[in-house]
Structures are given as C-alpha cells and as structure tokens.
C-alpha cells in the first residue's frame, strides 16, 4: 500500500492530460478506445503517455 501511494503522488507531477492518458493506459484501456472518447490521434495520445511517464522517471532519477 505504501508503494501505490506513492505512485499516485506522482500523478500531481503531470497535467491533466497526461494523467488522463497514463491512468486509461494503466486500465489497459485499448488506444482505438482513447481514441473515440478522447478525439485526438492514436499518435498524439501515445506521444503524450510517452512524455508523462519520461516526466515521473526524470523526477525520480533527480531525487535519488
């Protein structure tokens, strides 16, 4: 328990957007589903998951 909420602190470190895209990704929610519901590209939600999760880690790998 003490380790998911540490992970979801990190949440606050992303915009909205970002979170969106992480937490469906983190449900397994398909890209073509994000798509429908969220009306941009497959590219442009991957391209945002992919710079949300280099966020956390170089958040991380400044802290340590």
Known sequence: I???DEA???????????????WMRAFRITW???QERDGRSERT???????ALLKIYARLAGRE
């Not at 979801?8 to 992480?22: N, Q």
């Not at 939600?45 to 710079?51: C, F, P, S």
């Open 2 to 4: 003490d380790r998911m």
């Open 8 to 22: 979801l602190d990190w949440f606050h470190w992303l915009e909205r957007d970002e979170r969106y895209v992480v």
């Open 32 to 34: 073509r589903r994000m």
């Open 45 to 51: 939600l991957r391209t945002i998951h992919r710079d």
